[in-house]
């Protein structure tokens, strides 16, 4: 008695997860092709049988770049590509499958994909960076407001502000590299979750797939399905959370109350249909950083999403851990939309220097400058001084009086209320508020002064480079695999 169809199939095997498939498939193709290598070079296969098993998947391969290959719903990728191998390649075919199951196909398959996708967004994130170091060089000694609280602080540049979020970016870097690292295994051999008694050569497929080494426990490769992608999920996820900072600072320091920078007009323009509005005139909206914005707590959703979704599974196989494929896969055109988009703000960028330099000078910024000569002048302990002149610009600020004219008269006598001795004269005080000096003072490490400034400069133009050697150099390492592949491939069936 014929069963009834699946009524499942569609759910199971949905759209959506063949359209992810068909972007992995060029994987899967490699991945099979290795494998066919292996059980020929392992003396399981014949000359005759990897001949022609390697002709069809080339023909694969070859559909698929020009979009001529489809996967059939009905059977799914893995399926789909032994049902095409068989019709190609005929009984020869039947052993493609000798010694590997669909898990250990689908994992090799999704590792390579990630880690050609990763290294990618890592060269996304490089570029920023660049950007970044960019502003960074221009407006070196740029004066700007420092805040915490989002109140005004102390007096910085922009060159400092800028090499703050280009060191954020890098360190995502490392994150990515972390799980590059992490995963730089070849699960190819783990077959369903136990091995197999087939003389595998493991080694051989992890060199021929650019891997670093073989996954070696049969149960952790198989269980860790969705691992992969969780941790690149939190890679993406922190590379995201720098971009919101980023971001926030952007959209507030754009308002017309700050007016410390401006979109430029090739990312925002006044009355456009989609930056500008349909009845304000004046308005060039920040939508590109309110979309940036939007998008950092998806990407955070899409890991915790894969954390719960991976929770309490068994030991082995599950299907549950294919759902993170989905997950990954947007959280890389997401991340891939944030940082491509600071990119194009951060490089046209307008600095307003003047009206940074008169909110760094009206806001009290100067105030901690000032108590710190004093203190440094006097010997007086920091705290004693600053209740002098804390005292002193509390009353500035609740009768608006700008910082600059506080005398030396009004700082001897508010020492002398607290038995304290000051001498100080007003050249001297405004030699401590001037925004300039105040920042050449700063020659500690990570100051802001022109010359450890240029020291900080040239560490980060370092440091940007490396990044990208290490991302070129995994890149290198994929690119010869896959040259290699080639070549005994052509060297089989020649």
């Known amino acids: 008695m014929d069963k009834p169809r699946l009524q499942s199939a569609s759910f199971i095997v949905s759209q959506q997860q063949m359209n992810l498939d068909m972007e992995i498939f060029p994987f899967d ?15 399981i296969i014949d000359k005759g049988q990897a001949k022609v098993c ?91 407001p420092g805040y915490t609280h989002m109140q005004p602080g102390k007096i910085t540049t922009v060159g400092q502000w800028a090499l703050s979020y280009l060191n954020g970016f890098l360190r995502t870097l490392g994150t990515v590299q972390y799980y590059l690292d992490l995963y730089d295994m070849n699960p190819l051999g783990a077959c369903e979750s136990y091995g197999t008694s087939w003389p595998l ?26 691992f992969a992608q969780l941790g690149y999920l939190a890679a993406l996820s922190e590379i995201c959370l720098v971009a919101s900072k980023l971001n926030e600072d952007l959209i507030l320091f754009n308002t017309f109350e700050y007016g410390m920078v401006e979109l430029g007009d090739e990312v925002s323009q006044r009355m456009h249909p989609i930056t500008g509005s349909s009845v304000m005139a004046q308005k060039k ?15 955070i959703g899409f890991w915790s999403i894969v954390a719960n979704t991976l929770s309490s599974l068994p030991m082995g196989y599950n299907r549950d851990g294919r759902e993170s494929k989905e997950y990954i896969h947007l959280g890389l055109i997401k991340t891939n939309s944030v940082v491509s988009s600071l990119q194009k703000v951060i490089s046209t960028l307008r600095i307003n220097e003047q009206r940074m330099l008169d909110l760094a000078v009206s806001n009290y910024s100067l105030t901690t400058d000032l108590a710190d000569y004093i203190s440094q002048k006097t010997k007086i302990g920091y705290r004693q001084v600053y209740k002098i002149i804390g005292q002193i610009v509390d009353k500035a600020i609740e009768k608006g009086k700008p910082l600059d004219r506080i005398t030396a008269t009004e700082i001897m006598q508010a020492a002398d209320d607290l038995d304290l001795k000051i001498e100080v004269s007003d050249e001297e005080i405004a030699q401590a508020l001037d925004p300039k000096l105040v920042i050449a003072k700063r020659n500690n490490v990570g100051g802001s002064s022109p010359t450890v400034m240029n020291k900080l400069l040239d560490e980060a133009g370092k440091n940007i480079g490396k990044q990208l050697s290490r991302i070129q150099q995994k890149q290198t390492i994929i690119k010869n695999a896959s040259q290699e592949t080639d070549r005994l491939v052509k060297e089989v069936i020649s």
């Open 285 to 299: 909206n920040p939508d590109i950083l309110e979309i940036i914005r939007s998008t950092t707590p998806q990407v």
């Open 201 to 226: 050569d493991r080694e051989f497929t992890a060199e021929i797939l650019g891997f670093a080494k073989v996954w070696e426990m049969p149960q952790d490769a198989i269980s860790s399905r969705g």
């Open 54 to 144: 390697l002709k069809a998947l080339t023909e694969i391969k070859k559909e698929i770049q020009e979009d001529k290959f489809r996967i059939d719903p009905e059977k799914g990728a893995q399926l789909t590509l032994e049902a095409e191998l068989v019709k190609r390649a005929g009984e020869a075919a039947h052993s493609v499958h000798t010694g590997r199951s669909r898990n250990d196909q689908v994992m090799v398959a999704e590792l390579l994909y990630l880690r050609e996708q990763m290294l990618s967004a890592a060269g996304g994130v490089v570029s920023l960076a660049e950007e970044l170091f960019k502003l960074a060089v221009v407006h070196n000694q740029t004066i700007m």
């Open 29 to 43: 193709i490699w991945g099979t092709t290795v494998h066919v290598l292996m059980l020929f070079k392992a003396g």
